[in-house]
């Protein structure tokens, strides 16, 4: 299974960018889909997820109201919208899979993504 996440770059604070995660190598509409974060010197942190199928999403609350996360089958590919970005939000966003339950703590998740950074400046 191999993740590929790309998408982040710099923007101003108020604004929105998408990141993708492209998956292959197994079913995708089976597995969960979830997004994390990281900064220096922090745990990889919760953002959200995408239960199997689609059929349920979650968000940590600071991210609730501001990012969807979405899947397209067809294209094994999930996204991540963030609107109204705060400099808080700066941080190296990974995408990752598990199969089973929805889970928030990044040691459940089996396969991860390289890494994309998003940087929001003030």
């Known amino acids: 299974v191999q993740l590929q996440a790309f998408g982040g770059g710099l923007v101003q604070a108020g604004g929105s960018l998408r990141l993708s995660c492209a998956v292959s190598?197994?079913?995708?509409?089976?597995?969960?889909m979830a997004w994390f974060r990281q900064t220096p010197g922090k745990e990889r942190e919760f953002v959200a997820a995408?239960?199997?199928?689609?059929?349920?999403?979650y968000y940590a609350d600071s991210v609730k109201g501001r990012f969807t996360i979405s899947r397209d089958s067809p294209k094994n590919t999930v996204y991540l919208q963030m609107n109204s970005l705060k400099p808080e939000d700066t941080a190296i966003y990974y995408c990752?899979?598990?199969?089973?339950?929805?889970?928030?703590?990044?040691?459940?998740?089996?396969?991860w993504g390289q890494g994309t950074l998003v940087t929001v400046s003030s």
């Open positions: 190598g197994r079913t995708f509409s089976t597995y969960v």
């Open positions: 990752a899979t598990k199969f089973g339950r929805t889970e928030v703590s990044a040691q459940e998740y089996t396969y």
């Open positions: 995408s239960a199997w199928g689609g059929s349920s999403t």
